[in-house]
């Protein structure tokens, strides 16, 4: 099971950490990572981590002004979000799955093993 948590609303330049609890072994030997959704859109890639905590991808759109880490020893992965814009503005879901982690970039999370239920991510201008 996965809960995602520390969404809300944030100004424009602002920032956000979105974390992601997992129970259970769901966390081991998997890559984990956040994928988002926006109104009318489709889910897209946003970053992911390899299952050592030593590999981390990003997608062009957030590159540089988000940072995803996963606590060592702990199910715990975390999306520092920094300069938020207005089009960050979307439902952030975590997965995780057994691939590796750098084929995560700009999929859309088909066949994901486990994902969150999500947390609204709001941006206002």
């Known amino acids: 099971q996965l809960v995602e948590s520390g969404g809300g609303l944030a100004q424009a330049g602002g920032s956000l950490r979105l974390s992601c609890a997992a129970s259970g072994r769901t966390f081991s030997m998997s890559a984990v990572g956040w994928f988002r959704q926006a109104p009318g859109k489709e889910r897209e890639f946003v970053s992911a981590v390899s299952w050592t905590g030593g590999s981390t991808y990003y997608a062009d759109s957030v590159k540089g002004r988000f940072t995803i880490s996963r606590a060592k020893g702990k199910n715990m992965v975390y999306l520092q979000m920094n300069s938020l814009k207005p089009e960050d503005t979307a439902v952030y879901y975590c997965?995780?799955?057994?691939?590796?982690?750098?084929?995560?970039?700009?999929?859309?999370?088909?066949?994901?093993?486990?994902w969150g239920k999500g947390t609204q991510v709001t941006v206002s201008s």
């Open positions: 997965a995780v799955d057994s691939s590796d982690a750098s084929t995560w970039y700009g999929s859309r999370g088909h066949d994901m093993d486990y």
